[in-house]
């Protein structure tokens, strides 16, 4: 999926790498970078679909205004991925829609 | 929660706010900053501590000279919390914020809130579509992961980031389709008109001639005084569309980097209630404040972009003169000549202001949508035109939108649109934007989680 990335890092300097997944396919990109640099570097076009319609959405500022570049993080859903650092074994997840509650921690959906 | 207390706790690791820490502790005060970013420097210095030189190298001179600031910060003996996402500032100077998925909280004698700058919205056509992005956000790309676009890029609107980041691409090698400039001709004449600062700021001028060619003498096409910008594509941008001297011209692109300038963030001296007014050179809300950034009668003060954009050098200096009133607030007497030269350097970096704020205005059609289709609201997806069918059913301002269609309810709380809705329905209405007003911010003006006051 690195394919047609909007992004890439220069793989001069060899540095440290860390891999996450998401949607559950692996993604190996540089330490220390942040979710959302990681994700566009990483192929990810659509980070979310938006809340009305359904659409498309992908990071527009990169410094925690916009809030178009949230995802589930960890189990989380709804998380800022321009502000989180990658960690290996980070599970990233597409947010469709709304965030909801997890079902598993607080029974049926109101 | 802790109840830790400080002489300052200072919001925002820019050059305002490293600056107030180093002067404050000059003066004895204890200071405890914090900042939701993973690294110091704000946007202007980001990564500054630990980027290499290369990257360095391309970034240019005015990055590089955040390196001593920061430095001077580390030795300064401030307490530094990264991370720490501040939820709330309460008029008695309580900070709150969450930092290691914990709410935790802040005493301060003082608040310096110094979360300077954010890029203005850019409401045209397609603006929401994936591959569009600000300018400023591929910078940050940039300086904090060394990431650069793939494909060709193509770069629009106006403003001294844009040229200079044309200019970093082509320095790391990025190669550039198109820059369509929206400055109009007009402008020039506009900001030729701001006498003393004009004669300087043409020598600024003279460098974004000079920039111009350069990009002219790399291939790229330079499109000036284009107009009625509009980006298409279904689930992601595939080109962009404009008129450049009465043509039409389209340029496919699966990248386009927009930028009109930067604004300040007001979202925390909004949810203290602060008084704001409209400034009609810089198109933006600022908070009411004393010489030295004082909000009213409360111990909170602002300094920097989060004030009026003044730009880094000035905004440096102006942390510094926040944290000299705060000192004496505290009791503590603070040098005049300090103070005197403190003030002088500020005049000098901001002698040139009128002339941006002139020569870069965004224009009109670019900042108030009159394509009724385009999406100003992005978190709730509300058009200009819903608000303007709003406003002919009787909504007067922002806050109304909220009742009429969500519009501002979204996670953002109304960062990427009340720019857009307050002058959407200024003009809608024929009133003036300090008439129409702006959304009601409240805590918390960022996600918090139940899990986060889990002791």
Redesign the interface.
Known sequence: MTTDALFSISQKSKPETVTITFDGKDLTVPAGISVAAALLVGGVHEFRSSVVGRVPRAPYCMMGVCFECLVEIDGVPARQSCLVPVKEGMAVRRQIGAAHLNEGSFGEEL | MSNAEADLVIVGSGPAGMAAACEARILGLSVVLLD???TIGG?IYRNIE?A?A?RVEILGQDYLAGRSLASDFRNCGAGYLG?A?VWNVSLDGTVDYVADGRSQQLVGRNVLLASGA??RPFPISGW???????A???Q??LK????????PVVLAGCGPLLYLLAWQFLRAGAKIDALVDTTAKSAYLRAARHGAGALRGWRDLMKGFKLLSTLRRHGVPVFSGSSALALEGE??VNAISFTHRGRSVRIPA??VLLHQGVVP?TQLTWSTGAAHRWDKEQLCWCPETDPWGRLGETPIYVAGDSRGIVGAQASAVQGRLAALAMGERLGITTNVARRAELQSQLTRYTHLRPFLNALYRPADENRIPQDASVVVC????VTAGQIRSYVELGCLGPNQTKAFGRCGM???QG??CGLTVTETIAQARGAAPDDVGYYRIRAPIK?V?LGDFVP
């Open positions: 939701e970013q993973a946007q630990s290499p290369d991370g996402v954010m890029e929401t579509l994936p591959g569009v992005m600000g400023g956000a591929a940050i790309l904090g992961s060394g990431a650069l676009p793939t494909a689930t992601r699966s990248l963030n992005r978190c709730e997806e979204g996670p953002c960062r990427l996600p989680l």
